[in-house]
């Protein structure tokens, strides 16, 4: 009989909301316990470097190294490249800092020589030490376009030069027909031999912007479905906002109601349970999915290592009576 | 009657020792009247970046940005991108700062556009109000090799990776016999209807590694011979040794003298006078050809600018027989 305490649990993360329980699940799970599958159609070519802003997040986050202020980029961050390329005239709406910078630099020599976005991150992570595994969804380009009312978009024109501003009108995902989900993706959530994964999670990400490309990828939600595992959503909603970011702006520009409700309808079909935030507590006779509501804010380290605990257990009550039905 | 007060003066450069007589030259004469023409075969693309090490000494060192202790680099410098480019295993063996990187980022991403590096180092000029014109000797590729006893090296792995140590046997500047002098190069030198220059200086760089490469272009020192302005060097080299790098341990390993002599003979049928260190007036009478000797060490900006003043004397000086014949 496998113990499911020893199987791994694959979270499903963008940037920010989703690496702060990715953090708590790489705390809380033994090393090499947790794989995150990260969104990269983020992804942007700027001054000639390529940035991944959720994978460069998630492994900071993990890392130690994500800095505590800004929510985005590294601690201990110093400016000096952006001074001196305003001095020269240079685009700096999109903020590097020193120390980032060296990973977009060094990212972008290695992809030139021919090493895949999987291997760097894998390198990277290995060097700072990252309890996790951290793979891009794929190795292949795969651009969020924004559709707005003035046009479309280049995401970070978008998301970081216009703040998201612009009223959106449909998100685009270039390139993902064509991509491969990437190959250690696929071997995670196939695991042969060994037991299937313990859990799937989709962390509070935004679903419209950081979820939904991973989910575009050709094969990616059957390969979610099969892996023998519970797919558990965490609402990125606490009272009809989102922690951080554009989400409930962007569900009401899309003209969809900014309640956890409608994210998890958006996940119908592909998930098993759901975390409902306790400020949220009134809706849960509204759905019909198996619940868990507690307090999904993630202030402190602590919070995150609790509501991580709180999703395994959910995880594990709704995996027992699958595995071993009574 | 024009008045050779108010014709450019041009200047042929290298790196350090270059850039200071650059200096007093662009602070003794009115704005716009240097033009500097510096070599560009130290250029090398290093982390998918191109860096053009003696362009951007004489930038740095005319706009007052310079690093006073180093040598090289900027002023109020940090190293944070240094740091973590280490943390991340890539090469750090080219120091590059975090306010450096901006201008080979920069410049990498503008001739990715298609820029010449001619207008991209103006631009950088002009932003940072240099007074001088800084003109790189070619917009073509050229690239010095360093043939050493251990084979053959790129110029920044035997100058800065080995720090000269291998012995050197020859230098080659590939790429040079298919290169055409930057046509505001050839402008510069070609006056057209204005009047001629001045005076044309060869500054105290290293000669074999930073003057001939200048040289070696097709057509170039025809140029400098038809401008109809006396040709100065000063001595890069103070009772045997060189102020700074590795001229002197290069003549030895080439067979030569480490001699103001060698370097003046080195310049024969190029130069019309030649500016001697006072340490070296013993050999004054060794030397068939008119010469100026001076106190050539600048350590103070007072000293750059005083042998600047001494050589723009001594050009004049020899300006006048030709210009008006007794």
Partial sequence: MSDSR????????????????????????????????????????????????????????????????????????????MQALESLGGETWFRLGDRDLALHVERTRRLHVGDSLT??????????????????????????????????????????????????????????????????????????????PRAIIICPSNPYLSVDPILALPGMRALLRAAGAPVIAVTPLIGGEAVKGPTAKIMRELGLPPSPLTIANHYAGLIDGFVLDERDADLAGSLDLSLRVTNTLMSSLEDRERLAREVLQFADALARPRRSPA
Same sequence: chains 1, 2.
């Fill in 119 to 196: 291997a760097f991150t894998a390198d990277v992570a290995r060097r700072w030490r990252v309890r996790a595994q951290v793979l891009p969804m794929s190795d292949d380009p795969v651009r969020t376009r924004i559709v707005t009312a003035e046009g479309e978009l280049a995401f970070q024109d978008y998301f970081v030069r216009r703040r998201c501003a612009p009223p959106l009108r449909a998100v685009k995902f270039h390139g993902a027909p064509e991509a491969r989900v990437a190959p250690q993706v696929q071997d995670a959530l196939r695991p042969g031999q060994t037991s299937p």
């Fill in 6 to 81: 020893t199987a791994s649990v694959i979270a499903l993360s963008g940037g920010i909301g989703g690496a702060k329980l990715a953090l708590g699940l790489c705390k809380v799970l033994p090393p090499g316990g947790l794989t995150v599958i990260v969104n990269t159609a983020d992804d942007f070519d700027h001054l000639g470097l390529r940035i991944c802003p959720d994978i460069d997040t998630v492994l900071y986050t993990l890392a130690g190294l994500a800095n505590p202020t800004l929510g985005w980029g590294r601690r201990d961050e110093t400016w000096s490249f």
